[in-house]
């Protein structure tokens, strides 16, 4: 069993910066044995993949946040981070963090079906 427990969320205007945490914990719990993803739902809207790291080391983006997101770990902190630069109207939504083992979730990253575990979600919300 994994758990996973999102921070990091807020108001935030067009054009800010926000860092999103992702503490993961469990006894079997290690970067290498499991990718993880980001994941994002927008009112009335399906969730979508933003991003993924396998191995620790291997990236993937959502061509939507390229050049603007970057997604890293921290190993001895057994947490996950969303640097998310220059913020968009239609990157505001909840933040899902979300952990996977095995060949489905490690071939197909952007597949939220191959993630087993989700955390609770944080909100990104545009200041007024």
């Known amino acids: 069993q994994v758990q996973l427990v999102e921070s990091g969320g807020g108001l935030v205007q067009a054009g800010g910066s926000l860092r999103l945490s992702c503490a993961a914990s469990?006894?079997?719990?290690?970067?290498?044995?499991?990718?993880m993803g980001w994941f994002r739902q927008a009112p009335g809207k399906e969730r979508e993949f933003v991003a993924a790291?396998?191995?620790?080391?291997?990236?993937n983006y959502a061509d939507s946040v390229k050049g603007r997101f970057t997604i890293s770990v921290d190993n001895a902190e057994n947490t996950v981070f969303l640097q998310m630069n220059n913020l968009k109207p239609e990157d505001m939504a909840v933040y899902y963090c979300?952990?996977?083992?095995?060949?489905?979730?490690?071939?197909?990253?952007?597949?939220?079906?191959?993630?087993?575990?989700w955390g609770q979600g944080t909100r990104v919300t545009d200041s007024p």
């Open positions: 469990g006894r079997t719990f290690t970067f290498t044995a499991y990718a």
């Open positions: 790291i396998r191995w620790g080391t291997i990236k």
């Open positions: 979300a952990a996977g083992r095995g060949s489905g979730v490690l071939l197909r990253p952007t597949d939220r079906i191959e993630y087993e575990y």
